[in-house]
């Protein structure tokens, strides 16, 4: 067991139990019949296993978790003495941990692919420490591979610099022209003051999703997704400039657009984060000094994943030298491994290559093989290529002849190639412009291209693992070694397998690297010359720093038990001042805790609560049969086509849409923009909300609560209250409305329209309060307002009040101060008239008094009406839980009064009275206002349309109007 768990890794206790079953009876009992299962000398039990796995893990651990990490440096520069291991503890001196890693093999990795360009990343959470865990990687010609690996205490510029100038000291070859990091200032300094001549690029990933990320933040203004996507268009095309007139026109575009002058925002972020960085994202600084096509730090990711999710299974939270352990005696052995039977696949002498591969592509890399040979076209017209001098071309466009011509040179000795298309930008290889050129033109071939290129490591296979140095000259290959590739795997002294080559001389030991840093420790750090650690120096080791630890369910499991016993205690106590003052300090409670929003609405917990799991509820006495809905597959998916599948997925047509009902009276409106789900008619005539509308409860039989017969099929119930008003709208009132009102239901369309009358009544030279129905569904049968109007809209599940008092279009919400879609088409179909010339209509939506629960929303937008109407302060605070006893008074005397304030309203300040503006059009059916936007106006309703909302084309409008255009409504 100490074997498995120790040298194998084994850390679950059902994997070492498997290992130990199998053990038995292959090995002990092999061709026997193996002991009984309940034999615990051969069948542990788990906890058997895991008090083993405790007992062997405690005694192989030093006092400090330092002190074991130091012992295993011990080891390793005994095992390996080639290898650099520097080790420094973190000590109460003021001493700063660090950690430094490199093989031989590595720095010959550093050597020959990193004074090109070389990739950094930190990455944590690898331990239980909260200690950043660096990889310094390379692109080599098969793979990315990681060259060298330190752990500092601290993600600073120092701690970075120190550990970088190791490196640095056991590779004087070194010498990057290039580095790709993330947005890290710390990390861009500390390469800078190393080297000063390199240039340090910032990775484009990590760049596009800093942008998404900054303005998706609700603080910085661009929730509208519109405005959000055309910013960040108006970057990534400063981001593709591959001339300095190209970034400067960008940079000029930007500044001059609507959305720079309309956010502060962006200005301070783009002008203080990322111009002063700009020759490190901008595609023009990359184009002319890369020899490898890298633009992102994908690479260094994709090691830093393989690392956690693969090699540090089940090591959650374990120890530093856990991690180190892992580190040297398995992922790096592996990188070199396959580093190594990549090289050989791909050789000549593992298999042979294809008669039609040319001779300068055999013994190169698969993927530089495949690029050129897929840019490689036999049928090249060549009269496309003409020479301007030796070495540069003028190469015409194969799919756009006469059109676009791209400059091409071969380079030199010294000058890389370049050409001006895409392709080769993108991936820095031959690209089929430069492959018409070595292929078909007489003069010219592969050592035609310049030697500094032509040389580069990643364009050829490894000579020392294959055996093979290969030449061409001409189209002769000249192949330098004696005998061919015969590869065999041999066993490391770490105990790992690589691939070998029988014909290549074995290596010559290299020299001990120093393993102290900088050569010299002073003894107040507890190391002696010979770096060996004291450890009865161990007292005065600083402890490492402790990865953070969210305890989230702990704090809210103790809320909502507090908060359950003060439901329990609140029945007990029966003084009203004590009640009232707890009321006071629970609403300042609410009113200070900032709820995560997205997109304007409540966000989701990451954290679930937990569910009981193997216990079933009691039967109920009364179960009502659900009915599962057929699952919509367009629900998940996005796009134009998967908006239109949605609503046309199983939609139900009422049978008697249009018809007249016994009392004369339409079952709904004949001129509807879409069909009303599931809509029924009461025996008034009057039309039932959507079932989707409202809960279960409600929608499904809300006649239900006031007891009545059903006779014949048909629901009766007795009349409450019926109101008529003289521009036609006639509502009536039932027991069943009234059950809705009593048990704290929501307001249906015939509580919010009998509002409406009442208001209409009490306040004459109130305009547009017209039928809800009429609002949601057909927003264009509408009359428009004309003067100082008030009407109430249905949202999706709310209700809120609009007005046009003072000339401005204003909202009132108890929930927030967003504005949506379908609120967005109704304003505008109401207010139509208030619009600019270029149909521009500016709401302001105010949130005065948020609600308590999500049933009265439609008794604060009755509430906020009759404050409209009575010209009282918006601010001033209601009293909901008078609301509906207040209203149903109101019904049963036909007349509106003003609701109940709170007695408290002046001492207790408003819950943050919100207020946002947003600018909408009266034009097309997206209703948003794009300032310069092309638009063509139907010849037969004569509204007008974006050109991109109908997908058009600029250059095909002026065919389309020369005859009669018909938008999609008029056709």
Known sequence: MKYLFIDNGVRSVMEMKRHIVSYVEQELFRNEKPPDKTHRRYYPTSMDIQNVMNKIKSTNQAPTDQDDLHNLCDEIKKTNPDHTVIFRPSTLGGDKFLFVYQTPWQRRFLSLYGNEMCLMDATYRTCRYALPLFFLCVRTNVSYCVVASFIPQQEDTASIAEAIEVIKQHNPQWNPRHMMVDFSIAEITALEQSFPDCKVF????????????????????????????????????????????????????????????????????????????????????????LLVGINTNNGVERQNELLKYSYLTGFKNCRITELVQVLVERFVPDSYVKYQEFNIRYSSGFRRYHVDIPPFLQDRPVDVVRHIYGNINKNYPIDNVTEIRNGEFKVKSETLTGVISYYLSLGT???????????????????????????????????????????NPVLKLDPEITGVNTLIDGDQIIN????????????????????????????????????????????????????????????????????????????????????????????????????????????????????????????????????IKNIRSLPMRERSIKIKRKYNKYSKRFGVKADIMKNHFRVPLDVNQGQKSSNGINSCATNASKPLLKSSIDTNGSLQHPNKRWPKSVAVNSLTASKTATKNGTQTCKEW???R??????VCLNTADKDILINDDWLNDKHMDAAAIMLKTAYPYINLLQSTLNMEYAPASVVPACQDAMQFHHIGQHWVVSTSAAGSIAVYDSLSSSLNTSLKKQLAFAYKKYADEQGRLDIDVYCTQR?????????????????????????????????????????????????????????????????????????????????????????????????????????????????????????
């Not at 290549?504 to 002073?522: C, F, I, K, R």
């Not at 609600?851 to 209601?878: E, P, R, V, Y």
């Open 202 to 289: 910032i990775c484009d990933f990590h760049r596009e999703k800093a942008w998404k990320e900054w303005l998706s933040k609700h603080e910085h203004g661009f929730q509208d997704l519109y405005k959000r996507d055309h910013a960040l268009k108006l970057l990534r095309t400063i981001a593709k400039s591959s001339t300095v007139e190209e970034y400067t026109d960008s940079v000029a575009v930007l500044k001059n657009d609507d959305i720079w002058g309309e956010s502060a925002h962006l200005q301070a972020y783009f002008t203080k984060t990322w111009q002063p960085h700009a020759n490190r994202w901008v595609q023009y600084y990359r184009n002319n000094s």
């Open 413 to 455: 000795d010294e000058e890389p190639p370049s050409c001006e298309c895409e392709d080769w930008i993108g991936s820095k290889l031959p690209c089929k412009h430069m492959c018409a050129i070595i292929m078909h033109h007489p003069d010219y071939s592969w050592m035609s291209i310049g030697k500094c290129y032509r040389e």
């Open 480 to 611: 330098t070694s004696d005998t061919q590739v015969n590869a065999s795997f041999v066993t490391t002294p770490d105990g790992s397998q690589n691939i070998k080559t029988n014909d290549s001389a074995e290596s010559t030991p290299t020299q001990d690297h120093d393993t102290t840093l900088n050569g010299t420790v002073t003894p107040e750090s507890g190391v002696d010359a010979n770096n060996n650690l004291d450890l009865n120096y161990s007292d005065k080791l600083s402890s490492l720093p402790k990865r953070k630890r969210s305890n989230l369910r702990q704090i809210r499991g103790k809320n909502i038990m507090l908060l359950k016993r003060l439901i329990d205690i609140t029945y007990m106590v029966d003084d009203t001042e004590h009640l009232e003052h707890i009321n006071v300090v629970l609403e300042n409670i609410i009113s200070t805790t900032e709820v995560p929003m997205l997109n304007n609405l409540p966000k989701k917990s990451k954290i679930s609560p937990k569910k």
């Open 721 to 723: 209250k019926q109101f």
């Open 725 to 730: 008003s003289s521009c036609g709208m006639n």
């Open 851 to 971: 609600q308590i629960g999500s049933q009265d929303c439609g008794l604060f937008a009755i509430a906020n009406a009759t404050k409209i109407a009575n010209a009282q302060d918006m601010n001033t605070q209601l009293d909901q839980w008078k609301m509906r006893n207040h209203f149903v008074q109101c019904i049963d005397s036909g007349a509106i009064r003003p609701f109940p304030l709170r007695e408290d309203a002046q001492s207790v300040p408003t819950t943050g009275s919100c207020r946002q503006r947003y600018s909408i059009s009266i034009f097309c059916s997206c209703n948003r206002h794009r300032p310069n936007s092309q638009m063509i106006q139907c010849d037969i309703c004569l509204n007008w349309y974006h050109f991109k909302c109908l997908n058009l084309d600029a250059s095909k409008v002026a065919s389309m109007m020369a005859e009669q255009y018909k938008c999609k409504k008029c056709i």
